[in-house]
T-cell receptor, first 111, second 110 residues
């Protein structure tokens, strides 16, 4: 019954590795997002997709590449991980004008 | 000037007290105003949203928007320990990305 799900929940990896985080929503929403929340709890938008099309691409390094195979999925691939990438990454989906539904988050730790 | 300003706290109040959380913003075009609650190690969840000035009440929670002052507030009456969380204000234009405040950490002391 989970509306927005993310996998994995925790990810610990070495600098320089490539990793992916998966997100799925079963709410039928057209728009999905990736957010990064740093250690100070600041929630910053990274990407937004609407019906598999990239809508928002904030100032994010090219090492981050979102992929939306269909409307219900938005995955995040990160190349050459750096220490500063350590954060909690939230996926969210949003019906038009209304609230966003957040996933449980993926806590990424880069060693 | 940042688009949305919010005092990060932490704010500690005794159980039963009235809590007042506030945000200011700079973009007068914002039309939707929201408050999210985030428990530790969880994703944010929407508490309340409004798209006009004035007050909106839901149980112990009241959201207040003053567009002329570019100021929004969330009041929590009869605060409970279970209200301890981080509260994020958020706002957006129609059909646009949501801009979040940095969040205020609230502790309700039993």
């Amino acid at each position: 019954d989970t509306a927005v799900s993310q996998t994995p929940k925790y990810l610990v990896t070495q600098m320089g590795n490539d990793k992916s985080i998966k997100c799925e929503q079963n709410l039928g929403h057209d728009t999905m997002y990736w957010y990064k929340q740093d250690s100070k709890k600041f929630l910053k938008i990274m990407f937004s997709y609407n019906n598999k099309e990239l809508i928002i691409n904030e100032t994010v390094p090219n090492r981050f590449s979102p992929k939306s195979p269909d409307k219900a999925h938005l995955n995040l691939h990160i190349n050459s991980l750096e220490l500063g990438d350590s954060a909690v990454y939230f996926c969210a989906s949003r019906p038009r004008f209304d609230e966003q539904f957040f996933g449980p988050g993926t806590r990424l730790t880069v060693l | 000037q940042k688009e949305v300003e919010q005092d990060p706290g932490p704010l500690s109040v005794p159980e039963g007290a009235i809590v007042s959380l506030n945000c200011t913003y700079s973009n007068s075009a914002f039309q939707y105003f929201m408050w999210y609650r985030q428990y530790s190690r969880k994703g944010p969840e929407l508490l309340m949203y409004t798209y006009s000035s004035g007050n909106k009440e839901d149980g112990r929670f009241t959201a207040q928007v003053d567009k002329s002052s570019k100021y929004i507030s969330l009041f929590i009456r009869d605060s409970q320990p279970s209200d301890s969380a981080t509260y994020l204000c958020a706002m957006s234009l129609i059909d646009d990305k949501i801009i979040f405040g940095k969040g205020t950490r609230l502790h309700i002391l039993p």
